[in-house]
């Protein structure tokens, strides 16, 4: 009798549980199986922004759990006052870098971007089989002419110690009131955006498709570059898992999920995803 008293009680002053996360549709499940299988590459994360940008807000868990549940596996990767600098001024931040791709000839190219921080727009600047002291000048002289006829926003360059860079390159920007910011030595994560980028098109791009020339180079980073600009979601604080130029701030309305048709770039190396029109 007392144990049922207690249960009486208990039953009489139980709470009731909040409901939990409302369950997605079959159609969603299936678009999340979707992007993971055609895209290998891809991250919960890259997963999230790019359901983001189609209107859909799925949280990183359930991706995951989709992705556990179907036998996909993720594919996810994750100092301080350099860190608090960086998102102190970087709306005011570029970063210029190069990268190497070797063409089917065994012909090793260089190319040369700069990469605006606070929105991850990337710049080609040149490509070149001997990237010079005297070339790069010119890259900068380009870039600065550039930059002030489109009355440029930003205070700092972040470089690294390549002796490519030299006291000419830095006193076109400092012509402009562009400071340049020295990295370390032997510190490539202190220019973690324009190292991600590398990585990114590394990935992506350049070790997944063979090279012939320098102009088909230029016509494959002309493609990715657009492609990282306009057609793919980002990570970076603040962005929204948004594309660079995607408007700020704004929440497109969900895309049915029928109407999400697959955009190929490059031979069907890239895939973009919007509704149809």
Known sequence: M?????????????????PGRPPISDELVALIVRLARENRTWGVVRIQGELRR????????????????????????????????????????LAIDFFHVDTVTLKRLYVAFVIEIQSRRVHPLGITEHPTGDWVVQLARGLAGDLEEAGHRFRHLIRDRDAKFGAAFDAVF???????????????QMNA????????????????ILITGERHLHHVLAAYVAHHNAGRSHQGDGMLLRAPEDEPNVIPFPARIDRI???????????EYRPAA
């Open 2 to 18: 007392l144990r049922w008293h207690r249960r009486l009680i208990a039953a009489r002053w139980r709470q009731p549980k909040p």
């Open 54 to 93: 189609l209107g859909h807000r799925v949280a990183a868990s359930t991706i995951r759990k989709i992705l556990r549940a179907s036998r996909i596996p993720p594919s996810t990767r994750r100092d301080d006052a350099w860190r608090t600098f960086l998102r102190a001024q970087a709306d005011g931040l």
């Open 174 to 188: 400092a012509s402009i009131g562009i400071e340049i910011v020295l990295t370390a030595p032997q510190a490539p």
């Open 193 to 208: 955006f324009a190292e991600r980028w590398i990585g990114s098109i590394r990935r992506e791009c350049t070790d997944r």
């Open 261 to 271: 048709r697959r955009r190929q770039c490059l031979g069907g190396l890239l895939n």
